[in-house]
């Protein structure tokens, strides 16, 4: 796993003091970092606010998006996120909260002069986050996301003593980016490889849900308040305890055990810092007659952290409390107050379940009294918690057959829904005797799987012996403790003032390495091959799962000479006097979390465990020989390691197998000539990373894009622009003063392996998996050997076994070849899946845990690979495999070419009228002409009519066919007479509808035709995107199955195969299409048009290959929609709309006709009414004129004269119109004086 270094040199001394040896075993090491300076990373939270201010330290529990970089965003116009694009998409550019603010240590101590010279000498942090996927994968996708960014350099704000310097203090800043579903992130910093060394480290960046904001901005522990001393009385001379949480899903760590306080320590970093809580909690003590008294304290004893909620047991009450985390849940959830649980049990110990399963966590309640030999099984799922009591109905005693008993310790192994119970039963005055009982949640069975021997075996100097029940024994009593079981190499461990170990929980092997004199108290296992052992006298053990050599650590020789080095560098994670508070396993090491006094001071450190060196320290202060040549003596150390060097090679590209998928993000380029970014500049980078990554979650869309690649459409507008993007920054025109490469935001799908055996491997349906050992044997390791038959053949004492935890699922392949000529064996490994053992699951889900181990013979705890920081253990490998469907694996559906195919084999594609370029049409039914459906009023034309194309459009719009136009019923045939009509059905050519779909790898980018078989199955439906309803499983059938009698079916197809029970087709990428039904009693007959268009209808399409593709494990499930249009009306429908559409048009001619013959009359009518109407206001004009009273002969005579010429002009104009008459008759009628009171009769003019 790591290429070994050089061989252990002789060293000549004169005389060898053990004290001396210590030092020269360590001179190699010293000399090698002198050359070195010790420096690594340090990384800080902080939020936008304090970025460049020094000594802030915020926590990590805001998870919400912040709109703190739309406004800079509306300034970079004419970029490549131009706000005024009109085709950019709609979603906003987002914050987060939080920043990464990175430095390095030299020494222990924070120097700004060094870090100004390794950002003058080129160095550039790296930032590597990796979100952990979550628990509950029914509500969130399964996925291991990574994301790989590069550290903006950032001045801090100037003091007043900085003056001359343009640069006094400077640190890195990348944004902390939150996905949804994930509270645990993984944050490695590595350097570019320029400027100052720096070994590559990691930190655990969790979210606290168990923190919020108090009414005067400060910052609280919602479970409890917290404390900032720590007491030497809470710590020395205290006994360690052990630290349960869900494996690589808890984002905080609880750890109880400080005497009589309420008092927890509490961590969201893995101890690299702690908090110190008391909890508000009631600490009052529930007796009663069926609970056994055994005092009363206020000591939090058994504490776990799930993924969400906290456990914690005072005395016999357990109490829960769930945190705030709205990336994980739908709304808030998070408790107010501690809660208890199991209120009338008396609890005597929790239990933990390290892993998840089936989208929910487990914790385990053991009592005692009334219900003792029954088990609380705790189910927590999205933060809410459910107990129930097992066995469901009699309890172990009595399904066991004894009287009294009690459960021990309980393990639950969730592949295969079981809990194993560590029993303990007693007869009367007997021993005591111990049984591992196997029972069933899913059958309510229990049986008997194991007895445990009453007295410890007799080893008689062996490392180990099979129990067989013939084997003598000791008169040392078997008492168990508690029981351990790894899922994925399946090695069951009962552990007590012995070590039992087993692989099939029926044969059991016990390891004599370890004395019977010692209890162990608890064990920490890594899950990766590595188990810790803790006895109650604080003795440290260790052991290498699947071997069979238990080693000791503390006390050790090897603890000595590591202690006497530690204290002379004077090492700050050592003390003379300390005390171990708990033991741990984080990223397959080990550490320790030890309370330190020094002069009167304590605190809390976190500390690797050194095994490697304490082994090698151990191996060689035990085996060195010491030879008188001359007048000098000779140190020689003998080496045990088979091997000198072990190198792998020919590795795959990893991403296949580990499924992790990573993106790229660097900072923009900032238009300044210093190089140091602003705070806008961070905040565009920031919202670059949140669009980048909000692009990722909203990729797993149904319809594939053209590119499979998640920022197609970020740039897919803009990439032609390229080139004048950087014209702009080039001649320092950016706007915002900010240049924004494209190309440095992107997915990776070409990561190259690390010359290391993957973090897991997944393996569906068939996969293989190879890769090469090489290893350099020691001295001269080969022979020939002469063979019957056969020439010489060289035989190595180099030898590697595989071993596998579930051989009947996967195979192992070891092909070995001799290198002589370089005293090497090569070794040439092959796992592979023998697809037995699972059947098809979604993506992600319910994978089966396995594991292959790789040992070199003879090198478990004996082999050691140097380098200038610390040694690593060698010849052992273990690779967890995951059987089934793979994360990141998907079915789309190819809508590119299903319309490019259907085009082509229906001649012709009609598109709706509002085109929808996210979800395209298809047509229902074509008719004779490429019109309308059969469903449409359409005009027959003659045979040289039907044959032109259609009318042209536009470019980028389908071509205007009458098909758009609704009309009734069938076909209104003209035969060449205008008044000759007649009714007939048009002959239909069917639309065939070509489906085809797509295999997307999300992490390889690959994406390929599905070729699989599949169940096509309509599931929804409805008129429109609102009205779209599921439909129950009746109606599936009745509207899919080819089986239906009751004239239902949607769609049909000419493909023959069916499942088995003929209720479905199964359908190919080969099958001739489907062609759309809609029969009488479907829900897609008989719709009403909206408008003046045919009808449309939302199918909501489910495809499977469950149970009908056998070529992988995948459960492919793709639900989609399909827009149909031009959807038949029923006989009925189009009949009414026929003849309501028939009744108007004959009303609008027989009133065409009526208002044709009646025109000329009612003109006629109109002309004599206006002349009467003239003639009663002349008539009035007369009366008004013979009206005037008071007036003088002269002036009777002028009205005569006037009148009497007005008289002559008419008959000599005798052809002017009587309007013009008329016309002179009112203008002299105006200028009379007005009638008199008397009315005399009109004077009588010409007729």
Not at 969 to 985: E, H, R, T
């Amino acid at each position: 796993m790591f290429p070994a270094g050089l061989a252990w040199p002789k060293v000549r001394v004169l005389q060898v003091l053990w004290a001396l040896l210590a030092v020269l075993l360590a001179s190699r090491r010293l000399w090698a970092l002198k050359d070195f300076q010790e420096c690594t990373w340090h990384v800080v939270l902080n939020e936008f606010h304090v970025v460049g201010e020094d000594g802030v330290e915020d926590r990590f529990f805001e998870q919400e998006p912040m709109d703190t970089v739309g406004k800079v965003f509306q300034t970079l116009v004419d970029s490549p996120v131009d706000p005024n694009e009109p085709n950019l998409s709609l979603q906003e550019y987002l914050g987060f909260p939080y920043y990464l603010k990175i430095n390095y240590l030299c020494d222990q101590k924070l120097s700004q002069d060094l870090v100004r010279m390794g950002h003058l000498t080129g160095l550039k942090p790296l930032v590597l986050v990796t979100f952990q996927s979550p628990v509950n994968f029914y509500r969130w996708k399964i996925e291991q996301l990574q994301i790989q960014m590069e550290a903006a350099p950032f001045r801090s704000k100037v003091s007043e003593e900085c003056i001359a310097e343009e640069v006094c203090s400077m640190s890195w800043y990348t944004p902390m980016p939150i996905k949804n579903g994930s509270v645990v992130m993984h944050v490695d910093i590595s350097s570019n490889g320029l400027g100052t060394f720096i070994q590559d480290k990691g930190f655990h960046v969790n979210i606290n849900g168990f923190l919020k904001r108090d009414h005067d901005d400060s910052i609280v522990y919602t479970v409890g308040e917290e404390l900032y001393n720590l007491s030497p009385e809470h710590f020395v001379g205290i006994s360690s305890r052990p630290l349960w949480y869900t494996v690589d899903q808890a984002p905080v760590l609880i750890l109880g055990g400080i005497p009589n306080e309420k008092y927890v320590l509490m961590t969201d970093t893995s101890f690299k810092d702690h908090s110190l809580v008391e909890l508000s909690i009631d600490s009052c003590w529930v007796g009663s007659v069926y609970c056994p008294h055994s005092g009363f304290t206020a000591t939090i004893y058994d504490t776990i952290a799930t993924e969400s909620t906290l456990f914690i047991r005072q005395n016999q009450l357990v109490y829960y409390f769930t945190g705030t985390y709205t990336t994980l849940h739908e709304s808030n959830r998070g408790s107010d107050s501690w809660v208890r649980v199991l209120a009338s049990e008396c609890i005597k110990k929790l239990c933990p379940a390290h892993f998840h399963a089936n989208g929910s966590e487990y914790v385990m309640a053991l009592t005692v009294g009334k219900n003792e030999g029954f088990i609380h099984f705790g189910t927590i799922t999205d933060g809410q918690v459910s107990f129930e009591m097992l066995p469901k109905q009699w309890s172990v005693c009595q399904q066991i057959a004894v009287y009294t008993c009690n459960i021990i310790w309980s393990e639950y192994i969730a592949g295969e829904h079981t809990l194993l119970l560590l029993v303990e039963t007693g007869y009367g005055g007997s021993s005591k005797l111990y049984q591992v009982v196997n029972y069933n949640r899913v059958t309510d069975e229990m049986d008997v799987v194991y007895k445990v021997p009453e007295f410890v075996p007799e080893a008689r100097g062996l490392e180990f012996l099979m129990i067989l029940g013939t084997e003598t024994y000791t008169n040392t009593p078997m008492v168990p403790k508690g029981i351990s079981f790894n899922p994925y190499n399946n090695l069951i461990f009962i552990w007590g003032n012995f070590l039992l170990q087993s692989s099939d929980k029926e044969n059991f092997i016990y390891l004599a390495d370890f004395p019977k004199e010692q209890t162990i108290k608890y064990i920490a296992r890594s899950f990766l091959g590595n188990m810790a052992i803790v006895t109650e006298t604080e003795e440290i053990w260790y052991l290498v799962e699947g071997t069979y050599r238990v080693y000791q650590l503390f006390p050790s020789r090897g603890w000595d000479v590591h202690m006497s080095l530690q204290l002379m560098q004077q090492s700050s994670l050592y003390a003379s006097n300390e005390t171990m508070v708990t033991l741990f396993y984080e990223d397959n090491k080990l550490y320790q979390l030890v309370y330190l006094m020094y002069k009167h001071e304590g605190r809390l450190v976190k500390r690797p465990m050194p095994v490697e060196k304490l082994l090698m320290y151990q191996q060689y202060t035990n085996h060195y020989d010491l030879e008188r040549k001359g007048n000098y003596s000779t140190l020689s150390f003998t080496n045990f390691c088979p091997f000198s060097v072990m190198r792998l090679r020919n590795l795959p590209r990893p991403q296949r197998y580990t499924r992790q998928e990573r993106y790229r993000a660097r900072p923009p380029s900032i238009l300044e000539r210093s190089g140091f970014h602003t705070k806008n500049s961070l905040a565009i980078y920031q919202g670059l990373v949140y669009y980048l990554l909000w692009l990722h979650s909203k990729y797993d869309k149904p319809y594939a894009d053209p590119v499979h690649d998640p920022t197609w459409r970020w740039w897919r507008n803009n990439k032609q622009d390229k080139d004048y993007f950087f014209f702009l920054a080039s001649n320092w025109r950016s706007a915002g003063g900010v240049y924004i490469d494209m190309d440095s935001y992107e997915k990776i799908y070409n990561l190259e392996p690390e010359y290391e055996l993957p973090e897991r491997i997944f393996l569906d349906k068939g996969t293989e998996y190879s890769f090469t050992i090489f290893l350099s044997a020691q001295g001269r390791s080969f022979r020939a050997q002469a063979e019957l038959g056969s020439a010489f053949q060289l035989q190595t004492q180099v030898d590697v076994g595989v071993v596998l935890a579930n051989p009947g699922c996967i195979e192992a392949l070891v092909k070995q070849e001799v290198l002589i000529n370089r005293n090497s064996v090569l070794f040439l490994i092959t796992l592979k899946d023998k697809k037995l053992c699972y059947d098809q699951g979604i993506s992600g889900h319910h994978l089966m845990k396995t594991s292959m181990m790789v040992n070199v013979v003879g090198s478990s705890g004996l082999c050691f690979q140097e380098t200038h920081l610390e040694p690593h253990m060698q010849g052992n490998l273990m690779v967890p495999v995951l059987i089934g469907c793979p994360p990141g694996k998907r079915l789309a559906f190819d809508i590119t070419y299903t319309l490019e195919y259907s085009r082509r084999q229906n001649k012709h594609y009609f598109d709706c009228v509002h085109v929808d370029p996210e979800m395209p049409c298809f047509l229902f039914r074509d008719s004779v002409c490429p019109f309308p459906s059969p469903a449409q009023f359409t005009a027959l034309l003659p045979p040289p009519l039907c044959a032109l194309p259609p009318l042209s459009s536009p470019a980028g719009h389908p071509p205007f066919v009458l098909r758009h136009l609704t009309f009734p019923l069938s076909v209104l045939s003209f035969s060449g007479q205008a008044n000759f009509f007649s009714w007939s059905q048009p002959p239909s050519n069917p639309i065939v509808f070509y489906p085809f779909f797509l295999i997307q790898d999300l992490v390889t980018g690959d994406s390929g035709s599905f070729q699989g078989s599949y169940v096509l199955l309509v599931v929804g439906g409805g008129p429109t995107l609102e009205s779209i309803r599921d439909y129950s499983n009746d109606e599936i059938y009745r509207f899919n199955s080819p089986q239906d009698k009751t004239n239902s079916l949607i769609w049909t197809t000419r493909t023959t195969r069916t499942t088995k029970d003929s209720a479905y087709h199964i359908m190919s990428y080969e099958s001739p299409g489907i062609e759309w039904l809609c029969l009488e009693n479907s829900p897609c007959y008989d719709n009403v048009p909206r408008g003046i268009f045919s009808p449309e209808f939302f199918f909501k399409v489910l495809v499977s290959n469950r149970g009908v593709d056998t070529s992988t494990y995948c459960n492919y499930q793709l639900t989609f929609l399909v827009h149909i249009h031009g959807l038949p009306l029923s006989s009925k429908r189009a009949l009414f709309i026929f003849m309501v559409s028939t009744s108007v048009f004959v009303g609008l001619v027989i009133f065409y006709i009526i208002f044709c013959l009646l025109w000329p009359l009612m003109v006629k009518g109109c002309t004599m009414l206006r002349w009467k109407i003239n003639d009663i206001i002349a008539s009035d004009s007369y009366y008004y004129c013979a009206s005037i009273s008071g007036i003088s002969s002269m002036s009777s005579l002028r009205h005569s004269r006037q009148g009497s010429i007005v008289s002559s002009r008419v008959e000599e104009d005798g052809a002017e119109p009587r309007e013009a008459m008329e016309g002179q008759l009112m203008t002299l009628a105006s200028h009379l004086p007005p009638p008199p009171a008397t009315i005399t009769p009109p004077l009588q003019g010409p007729s």
